[in-house]
């Protein structure tokens, strides 16, 4: 199939979505263009000061301060002197702090930066005296475009001008607004979210996520062929390929357990693994365990970065996006001026009205720079109207 990177540079946001054929299976988020600055949260393969607070001989490394509340790890090659307590050091950020546990780092800084920006972090890091990033921050656009490139997507399509200046030196790239707003990055987003999702011939996968592993249950209910005898395993030959697609968008890594419904022989289950192997291995890589006659797996999986659970919602009530968690209040006002923005797009005469729950209105109102950019690209077309009868971090666009 063919692959293509969307990347929709937004006024509250800049996300890529890497689509393959016509589904998407992997999303990137980074601030808006403007915003890159104000970005706290340390990321994969940046820049940082840090200074060592201790050594642990038997971790085989040492914890330093980089600037965030957790402390990062920084491993030692086995003939490599552990770093000494209190010294500054350059590091490059390998993976971003996860849950409680604080990032993970490494002194490989220099592999990819040309020689001006390898001598602009040192001499940042000559003038420094506590932990911080020491080069400015990418485009939004420009560094989405080279982690989604690493997929070797067919073309880039971008949905702005501003946006291919950026990612000139990295070809093809296009600008199609339309094709971004068909594409329907959100729309996949939400998708992804879903406790349950269906595969080919009915049945669903039922996706958990918890701190320590995530499970994934194998449904037939639904299927049309499950009094078959071999029923099972054309369910799981669906399932697996859906399986890692879903795996892949929704971010998820780690300790992964899923549970099939037993493969009916022992060339079945050899089937089954065979496909577990095989499939979508460029979209997430990951090793396969022990498949069990009764069909239960054990695998595991790179964990970089947060979920889009994680990312997405906080722990709460019931009655949200996944029982015991709601989506954040940042990640429902991103979206409502996504939306918007995406309407004003479409509708290129017509005034639009935002229509806000109290919260989220309030919360809008302290984002005057988002608001300013639509200003800036659709003059006076929107408003945004309060709503005290709508539920909570909820919006609707009328006009």
Request: net charge neutral; proline share 5%; charged share 30%.
């Amino acid at each position: 199939m063919t692959r293509r990177l969307f990347i929709e540079c937004g006024a509250a946001e800049t996300r890529a979505a890497l689509v393959d054929g016509d589904e998407a299976v992997k999303f990137w988020f980074a601030p808006a263009r403007g915003d890159e600055a104000a970005a706290i949260a340390v990321e994969e393969g940046d820049i940082r000061l840090a200074r060592v607070r201790s050594c642990s001989t038997p971790l085989g490394g040492a914890f330093v301060d980089i600037g965030e509340e957790a402390d990062a790890f920084l491993p030692t090659a086995k003939n490599q002197s552990p770093p000494v307590e209190g010294a500054k050091t350059i590091v490059r950020v390998k993976r971003s702090a996860l849950g409680r546990k604080g990032a993970v780092v490494d002194l490989d800084w220099r592999r990819g930066l040309s020689p001006g920006a390898q001598q602009a972090a040192e001499a940042c890091a000559a003038n420094a005296s506590t932990p911080c990033a020491l080069l400015p921050p990418a485009d939004p656009a420009m560094k989405l475009a080279r982690i989604g490139a690493a997929f070797k997507p067919a073309e880039i399509v971008a949905d702005d001008s501003v946006a291919l200046t950026a990612l000139g030196n990295l070809t093809p790239v296009v600008v199609d607004e339309t094709a971004v707003i068909e594409a329907d990055i959100q729309g996949a987003i939400e998708e992804s979210l879903s406790r349950h999702v269906g595969f080919s011939g009915g049945g669903r996968l039922t996706i958990d996520e918890t701190e320590a592993l995530v499970a994934v249950d194998v449904d037939l209910a639904g299927r049309a062929d499950a009094s078959q005898r071999h029923a099972n395993d054309l369910a799981n030959k669906a399932a697996v390929a859906r399986l890692f697609r879903e795996l892949s968008k929704r971010g998820i890594g780690g300790r992964i357990v899923v549970d099939f419904p037993p493969p009916t022989s022992p060339a079945a289950r050899r089937d089954l693994l065979e496909g577990l192997t095989a499939l979508d291995a460029d979209i997430f890589p990951r090793r396969i365990g022990k498949l069990a006659p009764d069909g239960l797996l054990d695998l595991t999986a790179p964990r970089r970065e947060k979920s889009l659970l994680e990312r997405a919602t906080e722990p709460a009530g019931e009655g949200w996006a996944r029982a015991g968690r709601r989506l954040t209040i940042d990640w429902q006002a991103k979206a409502a001026i996504g939306a918007l923005e995406r309407a004003l797009r479409r509708s290129r005469a017509r005034r639009l009205t935002l229509l806000a729950s109290e919260d989220l209105a309030a919360y809008l109102t302290g984002r005057e720079t988002w608001l300013g950019r639509l200003r800036e690209r659709y003059g006076a077309r929107f408003t945004i109207e309060t709503r005290p009868q709508m539920k909570e971090r909820s919006f609707d666009v009328a006009g």
